[in-house]
């Protein structure tokens, strides 16, 4: 790891994850364990007790402004306008050709300020984004990316970890909304959301906070099996709730219709990529993300070709073999008259085409507290 450690940037959890005995990576620039124990046991951890993530490599935003709503309202996709104060909400964020700019979070401290939670490849693209896009509203855009730190707690025992360090009854708060709240002596922005399929929280705290805040988060963890879990298992827990991901499912290339998303772009309002949007809605899409498990044995991974009648339909987007499911599943982006559920397609893995079957993306039933 030495040998990239001068190339890359560090979130402040850096040493820690080096004390915990992490395999770090380079990732979006940065620095991060992609597991510690392994891979398997903390996606197990954390579909059955609970596991701490470090994602302080995710961005931050800050939008303010007397136009701040009207502004996000232009350049996203999903309805701001929808959601009250201390409420957060998905959206993709697009070019005027429908492609995918980012997706995000976007969370509501009030009409005129808000936080956009983006991800880690992509901060310095939002932010110029945005930046360009900005003329004629009356808003002021702050990128505090690294300032703030982010630690997300996942899993069916969070809630009860998390209150031990808190006197803020978590029972009030629900699925998508966020408060300040003071943890274990500090105060800290916390939200009912994240990336796993399971319950959990994202806690936004300063910098200097983070080590203890994990140390401690981790320590009253202990009796519930916690463990400290890396981007490995992120990215398999995310995979198996249907959950896409920046670069994989989405992209400057692949429109959120194409993803599946069609239910967080709002057509009754203007916004950045919505002409496009609804041209392709009207001409009916060529393409879409599909889920798809394997018949044969093989374990299929991004970038593999998909093919069906003897021809190239699309491409492997995410594939693993299930940590939950114990099968080979996957997701691709192929022609959409093959995308129906039951249909057989063909993976090609090691130069031999394997059979598969499309399925839905949701391979496992989310656990969210509503």
């Keep these: 790891m030495s040998y990239l450690d001068n190339n890359l940037k560090k979130t402040p959890l850096y040493e820690t994850h080096l004390k915990y005995g992490a395999k770090m990576i380079d990732f979006a620039g940065f620095a991060m364990p992609v597991q510690y124990e392994s891979i398997l046991k903390e996606h197990e951890a954390v579909r059955k007790s609970a ?15 007397k136009d701040s709503e009207k502004f996000i309202n232009y350049i996203i996709s999903n309805n701001i306008a929808k959601i009250s104060d201390n409420q957060a909400m998905y959206s993709p964020m697009c070019y005027a050709n429908g492609t995918t700019v980012d997706d995000l979070l976007v969370y509501k401290f009030s009409n005129e300020k808000y936080m956009l939670v983006v991800n880690a ?47 803020y009854n978590l029972d009030d708060m629900k699925y998508y909304h966020f408060d300040k709240i003071n943890l274990a002596g500090v105060n800290c922005l916390i939200s009912r959301t994240g990336y796993t399929g399971e319950d959990g929280f994202e806690i936004f705290l300063r910098n200097d906070y983070a080590q203890s805040m994990w140390e401690k988060i981790l320590a009253v963890g202990e009796e519930f099996g916690i463990k400290p879990a890396g981007l490995g298992a992120r990215d398999t827990l995310r995979f198996e709730a249907g959950l896409p991901l920046y670069g994989n499912e989405l992209s400057d290339e692949i429109t959120p219709l194409e993803a599946g998303l069609g239910s967080f772009v709002k057509f009754e309002k203007d916004f950045i990529g919505r002409d496009a949007l609804f041209k392709q809605k009207q001409d009916g899409l060529k393409r879409k993300i599909v889920g798809f498990e394997m018949i044969e044995n093989g ?41 129906n559920i039951g249909n057989e397609i063909s993976i090609i893995i090691r130069n031999k085409p394997l059979k598969a079957i499309v399925t839905s993306k949701n391979f496992y039933k989310k656990n969210y507290k509503k």
Aim: charged content about 20%.
């Design 299 to 339: 374990i299929p991974r991004h970038g593999y070709d998909v093919c069906a009648q003897g021809e190239k339909i699309g491409y492997v987007t995410t594939g693993y073999l299930s940590p939950t499911l114990k099968k080979n599943i996957g997701m691709a982006l192929i022609s959409s008259k093959f995308a």
């Design 121 to 167: 490849s992509n901060i310095d693209k939002d932010y110029n984004w945005i930046f360009e896009n900005k003329s004629g509203y009356n808003i002021a855009v702050k990128n505090i990316s690294n300032e703030v730190s982010e630690l997300a707690l996942q899993g069916p025992k969070a809630q009860e970890i998390l209150q031990k360090t808190t006197e």
């Design 51 to 65: 596991g701490l993530f470090d994602v302080s490599h995710m961005g931050e935003l800050i939008i303010e402004g």
